[in-house]
């Protein structure tokens, strides 16, 4: 199992890179080549192929991750500046709160994007 966590960390640092999908997946290609075996890719692709979504609020997260955070990063903002504006700290509850949520969903977001990637790559090698 640590390797498909190793695979889906190599995802993640393909989609801090500025370059296309299929650049993305090439690199992606020959590094997983490199370090999982033949049959560990056969495992992993069965795993990431049952994890990964086919619509629904997962879907949606992946594909715009910043567009569903935003609300709540509009949520902290706002309550930052009323906690600041009219000095009430339980306003400032609101801005953790929404900070929190926003964070927690471009994350998740990231890491079904990840996957995604990982899939593609494991797919097209099989």
């Known amino acids: 199992m640590e390797q498909y966590e190793g695979l889906i960390l190599m995802a993640e ?4 890179e500025y370059s296309t999908n299929a650049r993305k997946v090439e690199k992606l290609r020959s590094k997983m ?15 990431l192929l049952e994890e990964m979504s086919t619509g629904g609020i997962k ?3 992946e594909t715009q991750r910043q567009t569903v955070a935003l609300p709540f990063w509009g949520i902290a903002g706002l309550g930052l500046l009323l906690g600041i504006s ?8 609101a801005t953790l709160a ?5 964070l927690s969903l471009q994350r998740w977001g990231w890491k079904l994007q990840a996957k995604r990637s990982a899939s593609e790559d494991v797919v097209s090698q099989s």
């Open 13 to 16: 640092d393909e989609l801090t």
């Open 33 to 47: 080549g490199l370090s999982v075996s033949a049959a560990k890719q056969r495992q992993i692709k069965e795993t």
């Open 59 to 61: 879907q949606l997260v």
């Open 86 to 93: 009219f000095f009430q700290p339980l306003d400032l509850i």
């Open 98 to 102: 929404g900070g929190g949520v926003a």
